[in-house]
């Protein structure tokens, strides 16, 4: 290769970069601007969606569950145990009356699932009967090991500090976001708290129409 050749090839190198750069950054400001009001609304959507790892948790009715087959509905992730004195009880409320006011065709495309960041504490049994305060549509799920919920959480950037289960009456720190997992079963993006419940019903519905 010439002189000549190697700088009309790293000019057309540049210039592919360039216009690979603009477009990248037109194509970021358009979804930026597609996604204003869901932003808005508390609800962060992915750039690229994130595969769940192959976790296997226990559900309320005591039935096996691969977080890598939450499919065919929109999930919505909360973590958090049955024996949290604050912000569990609220948040669960609070999801139960944003669910109460999306059209019966919005709630069939959306599930609230509990994954249990206390499974010394969470059996199927007491899931179960937690969330029959709140709604007993709502999916509980618990893991069989700290190790198991420390896969997932991680995969979905969802922290919480395993507590110290020696301790009486022992609390688990743990986040109030929510991990968004589309109907094919990656995770599509976060809903930050603290939760407007007016902005999310109005986002919902055209949020779980998207593929």
């Given at each position: 290769?010439?002189?000549?050749?190697?700088?009309?090839?790293?000019?057309?190198?540049?210039?592919?970069l360039v216009m690979g750069l603009t477009f990248n950054k037109m194509m970021s400001g358009k979804s930026q601007g597609d996604n204003t009001s869901l932003i808005d609304a508390g609800i962060i959507l992915l750039p690229q969606s994130r595969h769940l790892p192959d976790v296997k948790m226990t559900n309320q009715d005591g039935q096996p569950v691969l977080m890598n087959e939450l499919k065919d509905k929109w999930s919505m992730l909360f973590f958090g145990y049955t024996f949290c004195p604050d912000i569990c009880p609220t948040t669960l409320a609070q999801l139960r009356q944003i669910k109460s006011e999306l059209p019966k065709a919005v709630q069939d495309k959306?599930?609230?699932?509990?994954?249990?960041?206390?499974?010394?504490?969470?059996?199927?049994?007491?899931?179960?009967?937690?969330?029959?305060?709140?709604?007993?549509?709502?999916?509980?799920?618990?893991?069989?090991?700290i190790e198991d919920l420390q896969t997932l959480a991680n995969a979905v950037s969802i922290p919480f500090i395993p507590a110290d289960t020696s301790k009486p009456n022992y609390t688990v720190d743990?986040?109030?976001?929510?991990?968004?997992?589309?109907?094919?079963?990656?995770?599509?993006?976060?809903?930050?708290?603290?939760?407007?419940?007016?902005?999310?019903v109005a986002q919902l519905p055209g949020l779980v129409e998207r593929k």
């Open positions: 290769m010439t002189k000549t050749q190697k700088t009309v090839y790293i000019l057309v190198a540049l210039v592919a959306l599930q609230i699932v509990l994954v249990s960041v206390d499974p010394n504490r969470d059996t199927p049994q007491q899931l179960k009967q937690y969330l029959g305060y709140f709604d007993p549509q709502f999916v509980g799920l618990t893991p069989a090991s743990h986040s109030g976001n929510l991990a968004l997992i589309g109907p094919d079963g990656t995770q599509r993006g976060f809903i930050r708290a603290p939760f407007n419940t007016a902005k999310m």
